[in-house]
C-alpha cells in the first residue's frame, strides 16, 4: 500500500485530472479515506461506475450530493458504454485552468492529462477499455490485475495515464468491509462468505426483500440471514451428502447472482450528511 500511494503520488505530477472511479453501488465505502489528503488541490472528475447495476434513483441523488460538495461527478455503464462519452469532455474543462496558466507562462498549449484511481475491482480496466473503444489493458474479476504503465489517447485528444492507480478502501469499519465483501472488492479468502452471505440477506431484507423472494421463491424471508442459505441450498439443488443443504454453495451462489445484478439493481450506501 506505501509503493501504490508512493507510485500515485509520484504520478500526479503527470497529469491534469484525476478520474476518481467508485462502484455506484457502494460510492463511499469504494472511496479511500485519504483521497482528498493525497490528491489535494487537483481537479477530480468522480465516476459512479457500475450504475446499471446501482439504484437508479439512489444515484441521481449520490449525484446531486457530490454536485452540492464542488465535485464533477457522472455515472456510467463501461458494459455498454452509458455516459463514457462525457468523460473527455469534463476532463478537458477540467483541464483548462491548469493549461491555460502554461500557456500565461509561454509554455505551447498541450492535450489535457488524467489519470484513473480507484481501489481494486472497482472496474478500472473495463472502464479505460470501453473509454478508448479498444482493449488496452487486462481485464478480469478478481482485485489487482492491472499492471504497467502505457499513455492512451481518448476523444478531444485528452491523454490518459494508464497505471495500477490503487488505493486501498477502509477496512478497520465492519459495515465497510462487508460491502467490500458483498460486491466483490476484497478476494473471497480472506472473509467467511457465509457470513457475508447472511449480512447480505440481512440488509435486503430489511430494504428491499422482494426481489430475494421472488428470486428463490420465498413466502418469506426468513429472521436468520443462514436459514435464507438453506432455503436456497435446497432451490438450487445445492445438497451435500445425505441431502444436507450445503450453506457454503449456496452463500457464493447468492453473492455470485448479487453482483451480477440478478436480484434487482441495489445501492448499499445512502447519501447522508
Not at 457502494?26 to 479511500?32: G, T
Not at 478478481?142 to 477502509?170: F, H, M, N, S, Y
Request: a positive charge.
Amino acid at each position: 500500500m506505501a509503493r501504490a500511494r508512493r507510485l500515485l503520488r509520484e504520478n500526479l505530477k503527470l497529469v491534469d485530472v484525476v478520474i476518481e472511479l467508485l462502484d455506484a453501488r457502494i460510492p463511499v465505502s469504494s472511496r479511500n479515506p485519504q483521497i482528498a489528503a493525497i490528491l489535494g488541490h487537483m481537479p477530480r472528475l468522480v465516476v459512479l461506475n457500475k450504475a446499471d447495476l446501482a439504484d437508479g434513483a439512489v444515484t441521481l441523488r449520490w449525484l446531486e450530493w457530490f454536485s452540492i460538495r464542488g465535485t464533477p461527478a457522472i455515472a456510467v455503464d463501461s458494459t455498454t458504454g452509458k455516459g463514457l462519452g462525457e468523460v473527455p469532455l469534463l476532463v478537458e474543462e477540467l483541464s483548462n485552468g491548469k493549461i491555460q496558466a502554461l500557456v500565461s507562462r509561454g509554455r505551447r498549449p498541450r492535450s489535457p492529462r488524467c489519470m484513473v484511481v480507484g481501489i481494486p475491482n472497482v472496474g478500472k480496466s473495463l472502464f479505460i477499455n470501453a473509454l478508448v473503444g479498444r482493449r488496452v489493458t487486462r481485464t478480469g474479476n478478481r482485485p489487482g490485475v492491472t499492471r504497467g504503465q502505457q499513455w492512451i489517447r481518448l476523444a478531444r485528444g485528452v491523454e490518459l495515464l494508464d497505471t495500477p492507480g490503487v488505493l486501498w478502501p477502509k477496512f478497520d469499519d465492519r459495515q465497510i468491509a462487508l460491502k467490500l465483501a458483498v460486491t466483490g472488492a476484497i478476494k473471497e479468502e480472506v472473509f467467511d462468505v457465509e457470513d457475508v452471505a447472511a449480512w447480505l440477506v440481512g440488509w435486503l431484507k430489511e430494504h428491499c426483500p422482494r426481489p430475494l423472494m421472488e428470486r428463490y421463491r420465498l413466502e418469506e424471508v426468513p429472521a436468520h440471514g443462514r436459514q435464507v442459505l438453506e432455503l436456497i441450498a435446497r432451490r438450487r439443488g445445492l445438497l451435500g451428502a445425505g441431502g444436507v443443504p450445503d450453506t457454503g454453495r449456496a452463500a457464493i451462489h447468492l453473492l455470485k447472482e448479487f453482483r451480477a445484478g440478478k436480484l434487482g439493481r441495489v445501492t448499499l450506501d445512502e447519501p447522508c450528511g
